[in-house]
């Protein structure tokens, strides 16, 4: 049997223990999710259409990982001085395999793996005993020793992904790609002169293309332009 859905906008041909890539749902790895939006089912010649959508159809899928589709690169040049932009986009993706495809109102055997079981109240009162009991010399002990000073939000902060180097910075909007908003973002990693950029290795690329909003073309473009500014 198979069943034709519809999620994020696309059309997606489905059946039993399929993997499929959709644009990203809201949910963990192992959740189980229900896609009500099916335009047709069946199997072999016999096919049945919905109007839009079957009634009392529904697919279900599991969770398998949430990740990005590759970078895709928009590139605008005009018949003007220094008039091009250059921006990436990586789209966000949910990788699911199809679990069941239900019709007529059934419901979905398989329940998302992320929901478990609510305890026995008498397991959660033996929980809490055993908590509070191993909690009590933690806290005599916490009596004694002074509280140690809460961490500030900026001390709080992942550190940069590099170390800026000492003495003037330069003018990264020199650069053609790289504005006010894209140079204080380099400036916040540590990257703040023309030869930083000019040394960049790949790994160090691929470090930026995922930590940052800028694509992996994007800052070699750069690379080559820092290349040229740092020989001045």
Same mark, same amino acid.
């Given at each position: 049997m198979f069943a034709v859905i519809k999620t994020g906008g696309k059309q997606y041909r489905v059946a039993a223990n399929d993997l499929l890539k959709i644009e990203k749902l809201e949910a963990k790895v192992g959740d189980i999710v229900e896609i009500g939006n099916v335009l047709a089912h069946g199997e072999g010649e016999n096919v049945t259409f919905g109007a839009p959508f079957v009634d009392g159809a529904l697919v279900t899928a599991e969770v398998v990982e949430q990740g990005k589709n590759r970078t895709v690169i928009a590139? /605008? /040049?005009? $018949? $003007?001085?220094?008039s091009r932009r250059k921006i =990436?986009? +990586?789209q966000l !993706? @949910? @990788?699911? +395999? *199809? #679990?069941? *495809? !239900? !019709? =007529?109102g059934a419901k979905p055997s398989k329940k998302a793996a992320a929901k478990a079981e609510a305890k026995a109240p008498e397991a959660k009162a033996e929980v809490a005993a055993e908590a509070k009991a191993e909690a009590a010399p933690n806290e005599a002990k916490a009596k004694k020793e002074p509280k140690a000073e809460a961490t500030s939000g900026d001390e709080a902060k992942a550190a940069p992904l590099f170390k800026a180097p000492k003495g003037e910075p330069d003018d990264l909007t020199v650069i053609k790609g790289i504005g006010p908003v894209a140079a204080k973002d380099l400036a916040e990693q540590g990257i703040v002169t023309f030869a930083q950029l #000019? /040394?960049?290795?790949?790994k160090d690329v691929a470090k930026i293309d995922?930590?940052?909003p800028f694509s992996a073309d994007q800052i070699k473009d750069w690379r080559e332009q820092a290349k040229e500014l740092a020989k001045k």
């Amino acid at each position: 049997m198979f069943a034709v859905i519809k999620t994020g906008g696309k059309q997606y041909r489905v059946a039993a223990n399929d993997l499929l890539k959709i644009e990203k749902l809201e949910a963990k790895v192992g959740d189980i999710v229900e896609i009500g939006n099916v335009l047709a089912h069946g199997e072999g010649e016999n096919v049945t259409f919905g109007a839009p959508f079957v009634d009392g159809a529904l697919v279900t899928a599991e969770v398998v990982e949430q990740g990005k589709n590759r970078t895709v690169i928009a590139f /605008k /040049k005009r $018949r $003007r001085q220094n008039s091009r932009r250059k921006i =990436g986009h +990586r789209q966000l !993706l @949910t @990788t699911v +395999r *199809i #679990a069941e *495809i !239900l !019709l =007529g109102g059934a419901k979905p055997s398989k329940k998302a793996a992320a929901k478990a079981e609510a305890k026995a109240p008498e397991a959660k009162a033996e929980v809490a005993a055993e908590a509070k009991a191993e909690a009590a010399p933690n806290e005599a002990k916490a009596k004694k020793e002074p509280k140690a000073e809460a961490t500030s939000g900026d001390e709080a902060k992942a550190a940069p992904l590099f170390k800026a180097p000492k003495g003037e910075p330069d003018d990264l909007t020199v650069i053609k790609g790289i504005g006010p908003v894209a140079a204080k973002d380099l400036a916040e990693q540590g990257i703040v002169t023309f030869a930083q950029l #000019a /040394k960049l290795s790949d790994k160090d690329v691929a470090k930026i293309d995922e930590h940052m909003p800028f694509s992996a073309d994007q800052i070699k473009d750069w690379r080559e332009q820092a290349k040229e500014l740092a020989k001045k």
